[in-house]
């Protein structure tokens, strides 16, 4: 049975880009709708109607949209198989535990260092004070998975969330100052962002996107044939 073209409603370089490596890796036949940010059409009443989060990406597939990275990520190794455990595996459970720890532990803690005015205002202090928890937390995320990584893997479907997160560390924090992480510290989470970006079925979406050819371990800021990651 031929898959269906999926729609896929994304950003360059935003958490949709989560979602095309796992569909490039699935060789799954999608296409993209470019969501522009600086007009804000993410909070648009038609993309609203998609996600009423209004947030990337969204995942249009012939049981309805879906949107949350994580869950949609799940949804294609759960239809496809191939990125992660299957539901009888007795790894299952110990790959969606992790797999949750970075959706619901450490992205949130990113959204918080990139954006903090959206948490706590345009009060300065304030910012600079969420600034510094969001750092230490991140570091203290990032060693709990290098622990994880040095030891055991939990699928595909780990390594291909984790190798924007780090990215996005390395480019984009607040007030312009990355210089508190280096990936080199955490050497079990630089071989798998190492490994992920030389897979073959991957070096597509670094093109449409303008990532260069080493985006998770060299990171260069994107230069996306269309639409803008800022």
């Known amino acids: 049975m031929t898959p ?3 729609i896929l409603y994304y950003a360059p370089d935003n958490a949709s880009l989560v979602v095309r490596l796992a569909l490039e890796e699935l060789n799954l ?40 990275t994580a869950a949609i990520l799940l949804w294609l190794a759960d239809r496809h198989g191939g990125l992660a ?13 992790w797999l949750f720890f970075m959706s619901n532990t450490l992205h949130p803690t990113l959204r918080r260092l990139f954006y903090p ?16 928890s969001s750092r230490h937390s991140v570091l203290e995320h990032l ?7 040095e030891t055991h893997r939990d699928g595909l479907i780990m390594d291909i969330y984790l190798g924007p997160m780090l990215r996005w560390l390395a480019l984009y924090p607040s007030q312009s100052d990355t210089s508190w992480f280096e990936l080199s510290r ?3 989470l ?15 979406a ?12 060299n990171p260069k800021p994107a230069t996306p044939s269309e639409g803008s990651p800022t």
């Not at 009888?88 to 535990?97: T, V």
């Not at 093109?207 to 050819?213: F, I, K, P, V």
């Open 4 to 6: 269906p073209t999926y």
């Open 29 to 68: 036949p999608y296409e993209t709708r470019l969501v522009d940010r600086s007009r804000r059409e993410q909070k648009t009443p038609a993309y609203l109607a998609l996600n009423p989060s209004g947030l990337i990406p969204v995942l249009e597939t012939p049981d309805g949209p879906l949107f949350e």
């Open 85 to 97: 455990p299957d539901v009888a595996s007795p790894n299952r459970g110990d790959c969606l535990k």
């Open 117 to 132: 005015d959206v948490y706590v205002g345009a009060d300065a202090e304030a910012q600079k004070h969420l600034n510094s």
């Open 143 to 149: 060693g709990a998975l290098n622990s994880r990584f």
């Open 186 to 188: 955490y050497p079990a």
């Open 190 to 204: 630089f071989h798998a962002a190492r490994a992920l970006e030389q897979r073959p079925s991957l070096h597509s």
């Open 206 to 217: 670094f093109r449409a996107e303008g990532l260069g050819n080493a985006p998770f371990t």
